[in-house]
């Protein structure tokens, strides 16, 4: 029976997260195995795709959390007041993240 852990979860969330900190081409395999404090051949075993086929599934999970968040902000609210939170926390977001990637913080100033 083959053992289940949570192995590749913990590398997916963890390069989401550096990802949208340092960007695409600042993560490396060591960054990503080292902070999900997973073994190293574990990135070959679970992504076989390498960094392209990680990056994607990366993606996938934040948007599917993000998708998740707006349909909580959403439900029981008017449209505009939804949208209203959504920019405000969006905003707060990108205001306590001192390690966004520096579009978002370009992006960030520009609008502000």
């Known amino acids: 029976m083959p053992r289940l852990t949570d192995t590749r979860h913990r590398m997916l969330r963890t390069a989401a997260s550096l990802m949208r900190r340092q960007g695409y081409a600042a993560t490396g395999w060591r960054q990503v195995v080292a902070e999900s404090a997973t073994p190293w051949g574990s990135q070959a075993h679970h992504f076989p795709g390498g960094k392209e086929q990680l990056a994607a599934e990366a993606v996938a999970l934040a948007g599917a959390g993000y998708e998740r968040m ?3 902000v959403l439900a ?15 905003a707060v977001g ?19």
């Open 70 to 72: 707006l349909r909580g």
């Open 94 to 112: 990108l205001q306590q993240a001192a390690h966004a990637a520096p579009v978002l913080r370009q992006a960030g100033a520009a609008t502000l």
């Open 76 to 90: 029981g609210r008017h449209p505009a007041e939804a949208v209203a939170w959504w920019t405000e926390a969006a």
